[in-house]
């Protein structure tokens, strides 16, 4: 189903603001005239007149300002708190829009804001960005390892700093995304008979199948899913080593260090 939801901001049971006044808003900060966004927005300057004063008296700061006309004419002004409130609008309906994208999308977690705005919205440079719940913190005397466990059950686990664990407020049942960089991935068919199960250098390692592989002449992309949720890509260069033949659909393991892993929340 596509629905659509309109967003409004009520106070005291009386309607402050809705996509009509946001938009009013909006076209008198483009044209500095209320009768101008007035026409701007598709509504009679009455209507607009009257949005504004009723906000202008309910609200603690104006969200217009306006001057009379005379030798230089008049004109109108959004406040600061205008703008804020302009700014806010769009940031609510853009959460709300990911809240209705994510009904429709069975991987989405619907339980955490954190994992829709990772499934949805979040963008950074690190080709891996996996959603998932601490399990377990495990402390030492210099750093700590943080232990998450994904949506399709799969543990991954993190070393950081002590005073990142703090700073970040981490703690059992939180819900964290873990940053892997993809040419800090290795991928190993089944199974590792190369790697020592104790090497720390590759003490995560995660199971699936080689989705698809992308190369040129000196290295490859390699897209492994690990299940119906997630998928963890490597960047492999092939240069001056030898590369083990992948094919898709192959099970394959995926290991990184934890060292590699970027923790990031909400607070």
């Keep these: 189903m596509d629905f659509d939801a309109l967003l409004t901001l009520s106070e005291n049971g009386k309607i402050f603001a809705n996509p009509r006044r946001i938009a009013l808003l909006k076209a008198i900060q483009q044209t500095g005239s209320i009768s101008q966004g007035a026409k701007l927005a598709g509504i009679s300057y009455k209507a607009a007149y009257d949005a504004i004063k009723d906000m202008n008296t309910r609200a603690a700061t104006p969200v217009i300002a306006s001057e009379?006309?005379?030798k230089g004419g008049g004109g109108a002004e959004v406040t600061d708190f205008g703008h804020r409130l302009v700014q806010m609008y769009d940031l609510l309906d853009t959460i709300q829009n990911m809240g209705l994208k994510a009904l429709n999308d069975p991987g989405a977690p619907l339980h955490s804001l954190l994992g829709v705005m990772t499934k949805f919205s979040l963008q950074t440079s690190a080709r891996n960005q996996l959603f998932g719940t601490i399990s377990q913190i495990k402390r030492h005397s210099l750093h700590d390892k943080?232990?998450?466990v994904l949506k399709g059950g799969q543990q991954i686990c993190a070393t950081i700093t002590q005073g990142s664990t703090r700073r970040l407020e981490l703690a059992e049942g939180k819900d964290v995304i873990a940053l892997?960089?993809?040419?800090?991935?290795?991928?190993?068919?089944?199974?590792?008979?190369?790697?020592?199960?104790e090497d720390p250098t590759w003490d995560n390692r995660v199971q699936g199948k080689v989705e698809s592989i992308r190369e040129d002449q000196n290295s490859a992309e390699?897209?492994?899913k690990l299940d119906e949720y997630d998928e963890i890509c490597a960047l492999i260069d092939y240069r001056g080593k030898e590369s083990p033949p992948l094919v898709p659909g192959q099970p394959v393991t995926a290991y990184f260090a934890s060292t590699q892993v970027i923790i990031a929340t909400l607070c």
Excluded: E, F, Q, S
């Excluded at 993809?182 to 199960?197: F, K, S, T």
């Design 180 to 197: 892997v960089k993809g040419p800090a991935v290795h991928i190993r068919p089944h199974p590792l008979n190369d790697i020592p199960p």
């Design 146 to 148: 943080v232990w998450l």
């Design 68 to 70: 009379k006309g005379g």
């Design 222 to 224: 390699v897209l492994v």
